[in-house]
């Protein structure tokens, strides 16, 4: 374990399970509905970039994947609630089938505020696939359709998820220690 991790939440292995877990409820649900044109999934950068890889392989249906940078946090722990656009979609969504991937839902402004522009680009559906959902007092509540795990209130690295860009390429997701941030 790296040093500055106090505690393991999920293996590799627990995130590969619920990884293919999400995969196949989204297959169940989008793929007679979708039909040949299939979904968009919307990968959330940087954070969402490792889970989403892994997501589009546990889908069996067609779809396209997209990617947008929001930036809420700089690069500290607490969200500012000012949401910006750092890199729009490439593609159009309208009368699209929308699967946004999230790494981690923690106040729920980002996902609040990535759902609202979204829609008003007119796509057929959008639903939220969250990895993890933190236990935030005073959440924004946000529908998430379809979610990972739900993870102690604390500061959470790996498996994509950085603390000043470092730690995402911890194969697992952990808890940082304190001391580094605070
Ligand atoms: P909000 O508060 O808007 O935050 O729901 C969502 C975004 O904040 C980041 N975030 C974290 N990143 N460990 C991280 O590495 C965490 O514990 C954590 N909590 C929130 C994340 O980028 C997410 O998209
Ligand atoms: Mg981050």
Redesign the pocket.
């Known amino acids: 374990m790296h040093q500055d991790v106090s505690e393991i939440l999920f293996s590799e292995q627990d995130i590969a399970e619920r990884v293919a877990d999400i995969g196949a409820a989204i297959t169940r649900d989008y793929k007679e509905l979708a039909g040949p044109a299939g979904i968009v999934v919307v990968c959330?950068l940087r954070?969402?970039a490792m889970y989403t890889c892994d997501l589009i392989r546990a889908i069996d249906m067609p779809l396209e994947v997209d990617f947008m940078a929001v930036s809420?946090?700089g690069s500290g722990?607490k969200?500012s609630g000012v949401?910006r656009i750092l890199k729009d979609l490439s593609s159009d969504i309208h009368g699209k089938h929308v699967v946004i991937a999230?790494?981690?839902?923690?106040?729920?402004?980002?996902?609040s505020y990535l759902i609202k522009n979204l829609e008003s680009r007119g796509p057929a559906s959008i639903s939220v696939a969250t990895l993890l959902r933190?236990n935030?007092p005073n959440q924004a509540d946000v529908n998430c359709r379809y979610v990972g795990f739900t993870c102690p209130d604390?500061?959470?690295?790996g498996y994509g998820?950085?603390?000043a860009e470092h730690y995402r390429n911890l194969p697992y997701i952990g808890v940082l220690k304190p001391e580094i941030y605070q």
């Open positions: 959330v954070g969402a809420s946090y722990v969200s949401v999230e790494d981690i839902l923690d106040s729920g402004l980002t996902l933190k935030t604390k500061f959470i690295v998820l950085d603390y």
